[in-house]
């Protein structure tokens, strides 16, 4: 994806709701809300990670940009329990995570990983991949981890690949809690992003990628970390979840 001025506002849905019919009256709703909001929004103002199963409905109705939550990097086979870059978008999906914490939790290897982002961004599927530290140290440890981690996972993609890549910043410990990264916290991190990125694929391809930050971002804090923080985006887990607040979040981060 081009660098561009408009916020990107990804939620995450993770494993809600519960059934579709519930996530088709929730897009509906968030669709009237996005219509009749007093900020002018743009004609896809949101992107969404929901369940798999529901991508092909959400993405005939939504407005928004509807994706995957993970892909798996085997290209076709033998693999049980698994969706592929190209079923994801035959199915509909216009974007994916990669490397969402909760999915590292469950065991995800560097290798895998590395796997699932090259054929995504083979498939021309946007991809954003998620990173964070665990914890911080002060001697700034945790950033130079965090560059090897953006380094190692984008071992095997092809630079010309980079117009497809989103990075999502999230600190493990800002998610599902209640302590979001301060604004210079999470600046700080860009400029060590923006360094793993340059070094791989020069500065001209580093500048053009777009970076998120999640972790706690509520309607309070959404738009600082734009204004103040350096990202291009957010990735909203439990805020995106609830339709009002959600749409708030929105139409607060696209008003000028
Ligand atoms: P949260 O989750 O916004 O609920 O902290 C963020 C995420 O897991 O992407």
Redesign the pocket.
């Known amino acids: 994806m081009t660098k561009r001025t408009t916020p990107i506002i990804v939620g ?1 849905w993770k494993t809600t709701p519960a059934t579709l019919d519930v996530a088709v009256k929730f897009i509906k709703q968030l669709d009237k809300k996005c219509t009749t909001s007093k900020i002018k929004l743009p004609k896809k103002a949101y992107y969404l990670a929901v369940p798999d199963i529901f991508i092909p409905t959400l993405s005939e109705i939504s407005s928004g940009y509807i994706g995957s939550q993970n892909v798996s990097g085997i290209s076709l086979g033998q693999e049980t329990g698994s969706t592929i870059p190209s079923m994801l978008l035959s199915g509909g999906a216009t974007f994916t995570l990669v490397g ?1 914490s ?1 999915v590292r939790a469950r065991g995800e290897t560097i290798d895998e990983r590395a796997h699932k982002m090259a054929l995504s961004l083979q498939s021309k599927l946007p991809t954003i991949l998620c990173v964070g530290e665990h914890t911080r140290d002060k001697e700034g440890k945790y950033l130079a981890k965090l560059e090897e981690d953006v380094k190692q996972s984008l071992s095997l993609v092809k630079r010309n690949l980079f117009e497809n890549l989103i990075i999502a910043y ?1 600190p493990v410990w ?4 209640d302590t979001p990264a301060t604004t210079h916290e999470c600046f700080e991190v860009v400029i060590a992003l923006r360094r793993a990125l340059a070094s791989i694929a020069g500065i001209d391809y580093a500048k053009r990628v777009n970076i998120l930050y ?4 509520a309607k309070d804090n959404a738009k600082l970390f734009i204004t103040d923080g350096g990202v291009d985006g957010l ?5 995106s979840q609830e339709i009002t607040t959600f749409a708030n979040i929105i139409t607060s981060c696209h008003s000028s």
């Open positions: 995450n969402h909760e999230e800002a998610i599902g809690g999640g972790g706690t971002v990735l909203i887990g439990r805020a």
